[in-house]
């Protein structure tokens, strides 16, 4: 254990005041941990805003809310998602992992870290107070699409608050760079890194590149609205169709900033359940650069039905179904990695189970969306929503609960009980196809998405959805209750190396993992690592 | 447990800076949202609390900096440390590129696609045809207008006057910033202040015939701001490329202070080279905008 380290006499333990070591914090693991209440907070909040569309969408008619007041829970919903409870659960598991992977005493600049996730609850305090302001919330999509979003006065709330984020974003992904690059332990090398670690450094970049992207969007957006620009006036010479270039431009990759994070948590955790060292980690590690490339070239399959040139159309079809030999290879390994293992199921490994199939689903509804022709049919009905909820639900934040099982025992240093896991995964994973399933083929009836009333001849398919939708709010729950019961009521303590199977530096540290760890470089031995040896 | 190694690593004890930003922040951006809803002539709340928000960022980079400066005076970092400084500072530059990226590509999108398209080109036939009939697509002033002319008739800013001189200003100071940065290396002290010194006066000096420029536009061209989209790419990319000089400006000027305390060593200098850095970037910015914006 001679990188354990617990010492203290330059920087002590955890600082007693609450204000100081909550708020003052330069910690990883405290800050990592403030993300992901964080992020858990928004994800119900989240969560609560899809109940009230589901419950609207429960039978044909106007039942519950005003149409106004559902078009602002869709936008609320999808913001509230993304940009709260996806995007900041992963930087919470970064702030956490990345440090622990690499053998680094914590993020290389860790103020800058506080700063970050600061930034975040006053970003949707802004964002959310809207919806108690007069004019109400923002109401024309989480893609803001001009002129529609301009409509109101919550839209200057709205794009500061993206302006927020965005610089939360760019600082949290500068330091992930930063840390990964420069605080690894000696003999760390990057082709010894950890997928995780690797899937990170590639999502930071990517973060880099468009968050500011996002920012000049919604300022065009701004200054159209307040400024007499006329960037998206035709009248003026500008043109709607280009907020849409720019957004998707973004937009793309901000999908596979939603994604890396997750191939890097599973391809930890099939490994150490399958007892198998990951296969092809060179070709997992290629993959993942490859995607982040490509998903710079095929924004403009968001807008195929827009009226695009038809080199365009042809162009970004194509490209867009490159995406999915890499995607292949991913899922390849996956499957490969579980091949003649010794597999067991625990929590943790169910959900990346669970994910391997279900995103795949989303992957193949994705490939039907890239063909243009069929696109022009698809854009905009509820096969698209069927889309992203597979990816997004089922792919991003299944993971990210894979990775809360996983490495829960190394944060709270308590097992979380594995009937109740397993419960919650159950109840997930069947709940969330009765939600989402159904809505393939709502979409390809040509129900239109966004939309409070629907022709009765898509009710009984929008019951089912909404029996699954709160089915699946209800379970969240479940969730709630593993994890608050492990970290303060649990009385099964977790051992250092909480699964039989996982190898990584994480594991090499006590559980719970000490205030402050690695505050001298740890020796990094190959067989310790589950991807030290790539030679084989 | 190896004591001796201690120091290998060094973490930064708490702050309470990052907090006062945050709340700074929200501060200026809630009170900016408040202001900028505000009914004309009707009091409002945000204005006020913008500048407040305002004068708490600058007091928040103020109180930083000193603490971040004497920690580094005090000598509590090391190489790795520094090295953490530098790829913040390169990829904060990067982001800095992307988001004047977003600019320039509304700049050609607008000049390649948008107006054309409007004035019948292309897949636009239609478009003219039913909407806006009789639009003669071209950039500048003849169309930059838009199909409405809106903002009126306006003048386009000649290349070869004001934005040459400009650019040739911009350009020396990327040569005395260089020569300064060889002085300090060289631990010539005098030619380090000189050439720092005259760096600050360059940048002010593009400011003020860029303020210059901006008069003349607004008042004898008729060239403004809501000039269809010219006048928005006009002035967002020049007025965004205008921020960032300033800030480059203040940003040299406080160096410029640091130097004359003697802050910097021939060999320890990060807080010198990333405001180098920013304003090599800056420079390269304004050429690209020369070109695309003035000339082409
Ligand atoms: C095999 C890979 C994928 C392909 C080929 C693909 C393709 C597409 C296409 C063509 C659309 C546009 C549909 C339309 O609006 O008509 C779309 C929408 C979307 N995709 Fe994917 N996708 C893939 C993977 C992903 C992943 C991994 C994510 C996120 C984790 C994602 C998230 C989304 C979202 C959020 C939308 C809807 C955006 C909106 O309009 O609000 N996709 N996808
Ligand atoms: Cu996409």
Known sequence: ?536 | MGHQQHDVYFVPSKSYWPIVAAVSMFVTVFGAAHWLNAQPGQASFGEPLFWVGIAMILGMFFGWFRSVINESLSGSYNGQVDRSFRMGMMWFIFSEVMFFGAFFGALFYARLFAVPWLGGEGHGVLTHQFLWEGYNASWGASGGGGPQKIGGAFQTIPAWGLPLLNTLILLSSGVTITIAHHALKAGHRRTLLIGLGATVLLGCLFLWFQAHEYAEAYEHFNLTLGSGVYGATFFMLTGFHGMHVTLGTIMLAIIWVRCAKGHFSKDDHFGFEAVAWYWHFVDVVWLALFLFVYVL
């Not at chain 1, 600082?171 to 995780?196: E, H, Q, S, W, Y």
């Not at chain 1, 930890?268 to 198998?276: D, S």
């Not at chain 1, 490859?290 to 490209?319: D, K, Q, T």
């Not at chain 1, 419960?423 to 009765?434: A, D, G, R």
């Open chain 1, 1 to 536: 254990m001679a990188h354990a380290a617990t010492h203290d006499h330059d920087h002590h333990g955890a600082p007693k005041g609450f204000f100081q070591r909550w708020v003052m914090s330069t910690n990883h693991k405290d800050i990592g941990t403030l993300y992901l209440i964080f992020s858990l907070t928004m994800f119900f909040i989240g969560g609560a805003f899809a109940m009230v569309i589901r419950a609207e969408l429960f039978k044909p008619g106007m039942q519950l809310v005003q149409p106004y007041f559902f078009n602002e829970m869709t936008t609320m919903h999808a913001l509230v998602m993304i940009f709260g409870a996806i995007m900041p659960s992963f930087v919470g598991l970064a702030n956490w992992m990345i440090p622990l992977m690499v053998g680094a005493p914590d993020m290389a600049l860790p103020r800058m870290n506080n700063l970050s996730f600061w930034i975040m609850p006053f970003a949707f305090i802004l964002l959310l107070s809207t919806l108690f302001m007069p004019g109400g919330g923002p109401a024309g999509g989480w893609t803001m699409y001009p002129p529609l979003s301009l409509q109101g006065e919550s839209i200057a709330y709205t794009i500061f608050a993206v302006h927020l984020m965005g610089i939360s974003s760019i600082m949290g992904a500068i330091n992930i760079i930063a840390t990964i690059l420069n605080m690894r332990a000696p003999g760390m090398d990057l082709l010894k890194m950890p997928v995780f670690v690797w899937s990170w450094l590639i999502t930071a970049f990517l973060l880099i590149a468009v968050m500011p992207v996002l920012a000049g969007a919604v300022t065009m957006l701004l200054t159209d609205k307040y400024f007499h620009t006329n960037f998206f006036n035709a009248a003026g010479g500008g043109d709607p169709v280009l907020f849409q270039h720019i957004f998707w431009f973004f937009g793309h990759p901000e999908v596979y900033i939603m994604i890396l994070p997750a191939f890097g948590i599973i391809s930890e955790i099939i490994p150490t359940f399958a007892r198998k060292p990951i296969f092809g980690y060179r070709a997992m590690v290629f993959a993942i650069a490859s995607i982040a490339f490509l998903s710079f070239i095929v924004w403009a399959h968001h807008m195929f039905a827009v009226g695009l040139p038809m080199g365009a159309e042809i162009f970004f079809m194509y490209a867009t179904m490159l995406i999915a030999v890499p995607t292949g290879v991913k899922v390849f390994n996956w499957v490969s990695t579980m091949w003649g293992g010794s597999m067991t199921f625990e929590t943790p490994m169910l959900f990346s189970i669970a994910f391997v199939i279900l995103f795949t689903i989303g992957g193949f509804s994705g490939l039907m969306l890239a063909l243009a022709p069929a696109d022009f049919q698809y854009h905009d009905t509820y096969f698209v929503v069927a889309h992203f909820h597979y990816v997004l639900v089922t792919g991003a934040a299944f993971s990210i609960m894979a990775a809360a099982y996983y490495w829960l025992p190394k944060w709270s240093g308590n097992m979380y009980s594995e009937t109740w896991g397993k419960i919650h995964f159950w109840s997930s994973v069947i709940s969330v196809n009765v939600l989402f399933f159904p809505q393939h083929f709502l979409g390809l009836a040509g129900m239109p998405r966004r939309i409070p009333d629907y022709n009765v001849a898509f009710a009984n398919f929008n019951m089912i959805s909404s029996i699954g939708g709160f089915w699946f709010g209800a379970s969240q729950l479940i969730f709630l209750g593993v994890v608050i019961h492990c970290v303060f009521f649990s009385k099964k303590k977790a051992a250092d190396r909480s699964w039989e199977g996982a190898k990584g530096l994480e594991w090499t540290v006590p559980s719970p993992a000490p205030f402050h760890t690695f505050d001298v470089p740890p020796v990094i031995h190959d067989d310790e690592l589950a991807h030290g040896n790539t030679e084989h």
